[in-house]
Each structure stands twice: as structure tokens, then as C-alpha cells.
């Protein structure tokens, strides 16, 4: 079974420090993925990775960064935490090509106060 | 750009009866895929259907099955024979042949009920 390991499941930060959400999957695949996932928004794209070391912003990047320096870990930076950045952040991976499954991991609640 | 549609932000069932959660997408593309992910309630998001737009027949998977109408650009999932399990927030989904990424609508949370 294909599995997206997210390793923290609930955060709570302060307003201004910096917050690292933490993405591990384990079957080779090309593409990572973070999104946010907020009330009547549905899930909206930060940040896209099709490979290691390579990056696409998504429809939401301002206020996010992202670092790949392996292909099975895919990081979600925030540089200075905001209160209007508590969300869920779900991460996910998939092969290379739009006929693969897109898999999710359990999600990150982060509350930023 | 695409986009998705939900317009059913809530919805419930009785065990045993049917249910069609509604989605309708806009796009210029002639080749895409269209997916209905299901998310628990604190469990991660799966794949419960995808549709493959060049594909006249509609998709089935087991008690899920879609109506696909591509010139209506509607998507629906249709769920049989209810169960308690199926209670998740619902996610229809867009993917254009020439990406890897999705364009998700905004849900629809079904409730089963006993």
C-alpha cells in the first residue's frame, strides 16, 4: 500500500515563527504535492513538486515555501506563521502522468494564535 | 482555468437508500479525468471513482457509480445501498490530461444515518 507519512498531525504556533510541515512517502513517486484545506474552500494548491529540487507554485503560495532535496520528502515552509494560515494542510504524492492516483496523507491541523 | 462545482454543501441518506451528490465543472480541455475522492471523518482522503472523459461509459466501483455527461460538463456520484461508513466529506475533482494536478470543488458532506 502506498503510504504518505505527514508527521505531525496537530501544531499550534505562535504568530511570526517559522513552522515546518513534514512529508515522507514511500513509493517512488515523481510528484508531491501540498494543499490547504479550509471550511466551504474545498482543497486549494500551495505548492507542486515533479521532481527532486524542482518546484511549481500552486493557486496559493504567497506566505509558503517548499524544499525537496530528496525525492521521498517534500517540506511545507512557513516563513513567519500568520493567524490566516490556521488550516489543515494535507500533502500528497503520485507518479508522473494524469492517469495515476493522486494519494493523500492524514493531514496537518495547524493553529497559528 | 478550470473550475469545480458543489453545490450541495450538505447532504443525508438513510442506511440502505441511494444517494446522488451533484458536480459540474467548466473547461475549454477536450481530454481530462474527473475523480470523487472521499475523506472520513480525521482519516485521509481516497480515491472512490475516477472517469476518464474519452470514456462514453460511466465508471462503476462496486456501490459507487457516476453519471458522466460530458457536454453537460455534470459529474455526479451516485451511492447505493448506504452505509454507515460511507458518512465523509465528498470531493469531486478535475485533472487535465496535460498535468498531474487537481482542481478540487468544495465538497459535499453526507451523513448516513441508522
Known amino acids: 500500500d502506498v503510504k504518505v507519512t505527514q508527521s505531525s498531525r496537530y501544531l499550534v504556533k505562535r504568530t511570526g515563527e517559522k513552522v515546518f510541515l513534514e512529508c515522507v512517502q514511500d513509493m517512488d513517486h515523481e510528484n508531491m504535492f501540498w494543499y490547504r484545506q479550509d471550511p466551504g474552500l474545498g482543497l486549494r494548491l500551495i505548492y507542486f513538486s515533479y521532481d527532486v529540487k524542482m518546484k511549481e507554485k500552486g493557486d496559493i503560495p504567497e506566505g509558503y515555501s517548499v524544499s525537496r532535496e530528496k525525492k521521498e520528502r517534500f517540506s511545507l515552509i512557513l516563513e513567519s506563521a500568520s493567524t490566516n494560515q490556521t488550516s489543515m494542510y494535507l500533502c500528497?504524492?503520485?507518479?508522473?502522468?494524469?492517469?495515476?492516483?493522486?494519494?493523500f496523507g492524514e493531514g496537518s491541523w495547524l493553529t497559528v494564535v | 482555468a478550470q473550475t469545480v462545482t458543489q453545490s450541495q454543501p450538505e447532504m443525508s441518506v438513510q442506511e440502505a437508500e441511494t444517494v446522488t451528490l451533484s458536480c459540474t465543472y467548466d473547461t475549454s480541455e477536450n481530454n481530462y479525468y474527473l475523480f470523487w475522492y472521499k475523506q472520513p471523518p480525521s482519516r485521509q482522503m481516497i480515491l472512490v471513482i475516477r472517469?476518464?472523459?474519452?470514456?462514453?461509459q460511466n465508471a462503476t466501483e462496486n456501490r459507487f457509480s457516476v453519471n458522466f455527461q460530458k457536454a453537460a460538463k455534470s459529474f455526479s456520484l451516485k451511492i447505493s445501498d448506504s452505509q454507515l461508513g460511507d458518512t465523509a466529506m465528498y470531493f469531486c475533482?478535475?485533472?487535465?490530461?496535460?498535468?498531474?494536478?487537481?482542481?478540487f470543488g468544495t465538497g459535499t458532506r453526507l451523513q448516513v444515518f441508522p
Open positions: 472517469q476518464e472523459a474519452y470514456k462514453q
Open positions: 500528497a504524492s503520485s507518479l508522473r502522468g494524469a492517469a495515476n492516483t493522486i494519494y
Open positions: 475533482a478535475f485533472m487535465a490530461s496535460n498535468t498531474d494536478k487537481l482542481i
